[in-house]
């Protein structure tokens, strides 16, 4: 058994792959998985998967990704990624978008470019809460 990629309990897990989009493989729409994913080539569009997508070197990503794990070991990635459980990214990756997730590594050598919200994801938008300040503001006496 092969352990995976910041697995921090030091415990081996199984790598094996259910899919393989591999080098020289240009796809473009939706991919939805179970298990584990692996991308070692082009994918424009969009990702949903319950387990885990490596991005691998030289892979070519752009869309949106919403797993539950996302791991970034190479390649480019210009997307919005929404992990359910965690997002790690590691050099020589090169990540353009949003990254939520309520657990993000992010390895030395990264190029990042973008934001990080590091929380549980919300199934829906909550509306605005107002703050006591901005309700004063708008009582009349």
Same mark, same amino acid.
Do not use: Q, W
């Given at each position: 058994?092969?352990?995976?990629?910041?697995? #921090?309990?030091?415990?081996?897990?199984? #790598?094996? /792959?259910?899919?393989?989009? &591999?080098?020289?493989?240009? %796809?473009?729409?939706?991919? %939805?998985? $179970? &298990?584990? @994913?692996? !991308?070692?080539?082009?994918?424009? &569009?969009? !990702?949903?998967? @319950?387990?885990?997508?490596? /991005?691998?070197?030289?892979?070519?990503?752009? &869309?949106?990704?919403?797993?539950?794990?996302? /791991?970034? =070991?190479?390649?480019?990635?210009? #997307?919005? !990624?929404?992990?359910?459980?965690?997002?790690?990214?590691?050099? *020589?990756?090169?990540? =353009?978008? =949003?990254?939520?997730?309520?657990?993000?590594? !992010?390895?030395?050598?990264?190029? %990042? @470019?973008?934001?990080?919200?590091? #929380?549980?994801?919300?199934?829906? =938008? *909550?509306?605005?809460? $107002?703050?006591?300040? $901005?309700?004063?503001?708008?009582?009349?006496?």
């Amino acid at each position: 058994m092969e352990s995976t990629p910041g697995d #921090a309990s030091g415990a081996a897990r199984p #790598a094996e /792959i259910n899919a393989l989009l &591999g080098r020289g493989t240009h %796809f473009e729409g939706k991919l %939805f998985f $179970e &298990g584990r @994913e692996r !991308i070692d080539g082009s994918f424009k &569009g969009e !990702i949903r998967g @319950e387990d885990v997508l490596v /991005i691998g070197e030289g892979a070519v990503v752009a &869309g949106e990704v919403h797993v539950a794990t996302c /791991i970034v =070991t190479g390649g480019e990635v210009d #997307a919005n !990624i929404r992990a359910r459980d965690a997002i790690e990214l590691y050099a *020589p990756s090169r990540v =353009t978008g =949003t990254l939520h997730a309520p657990a993000i590594f !992010i390895d030395r050598g990264v190029r %990042f @470019e973008g934001s990080c919200k590091m #929380a549980p994801l919300d199934e829906e =938008t *909550p509306a605005p809460v $107002e703050t006591p300040a $901005e309700a004063r503001s708008g009582d009349p006496g």
